[in-house]
């Protein structure tokens, strides 16, 4: 299916607005919502594409890494559904799906370098071949999206942050302030040092500045935030001499990031269609029909694991 490339039928989502008020995502409210919205969105999917149950050739579900709640009620869907509908069930790493969810909607042909900017990751992976990575750097404290955040909550803004920082800062200069990128020996990424600094700025400009600029200090954090990325991703282009990037996970749904990357790497550089950029079904139903034709399944008895890594 990968060398005809994908066709995705149908996608539904919906986001739970009920860890809003908590200002991040609380583990036990995933999972309860989960259970009550899983059916109905499946059903939906597949009203949607015009297909019934008996359609389907297998069903994929992943089985991390994330919260162990969310993915144990996923799983036990997908796999209640295998088993009555006698289909096989394929486990799918998250981050894999990320990686696919640039595939949805173009071909790149591997070997291709990989950047996973999520709220848990920031992963730049060389794909060798689909099913074959090799992490090449990894977030030595938090993760970008997770820095979007924590910055929107210092700005008293709601979760998640990225939206917000991205809507605050098309109005504004990125050039106002420069906050600090960091350049380390390794290659890697970290995004404590930024929050921190961003933190200090805050209280050392008092509130009504930061009210006043607003715009200019949340473009200002944006371009900090991307122009880490994109160092650490020239730096793995050197390493590896491969050419080709595919910038995915939530964060890669940012136009200033698109636009900076697009600055920087020209024609080599790919998104996943803005719509499965943030976490989505699709990308996890994509990396599951690669597995299963290419003869992979997961046994019934498998469990959850929510700190898998690629
Ligand atoms: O991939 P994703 O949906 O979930 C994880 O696997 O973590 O990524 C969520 C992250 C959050 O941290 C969120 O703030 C960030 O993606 N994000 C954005 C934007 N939309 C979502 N970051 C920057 N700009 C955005 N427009
Ligand atoms: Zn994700």
Redesign the pocket.
Known sequence: MVGKGFRVLSEATRTQDEHKAFGGVVPELAARAHIRLLPRLAELSLGRAGVSWRDLDGIAATLGPGLPGALMVGVVFAKTAAQALKLPFVGVN?LEG?IFSALLTQRIEPPFLALIA????TDLVQVKALGHYRVLARTRDD?V??C??KVARILGLGY????Q??RLARDGNPDFHEFPVPRMEELGFSYSGLKTSFLYYTIRQGPGFVAEHLPHICASFQKAAFRQLIEVCSRGIELTGVRKLAVV???S??SA?REMFLTEFGEGVFFPDPRY???NGAMIAGAGLFRLENGFHSPMSVGVYPNWEL
């Open positions: 998250h990320h999520s709220g848990g990751h993760a999206g997770e979007f955040d998640p942050g990225g939206p920082i991205e996970g939530g964060v749904v940012n990031l950029s943030t976490d």
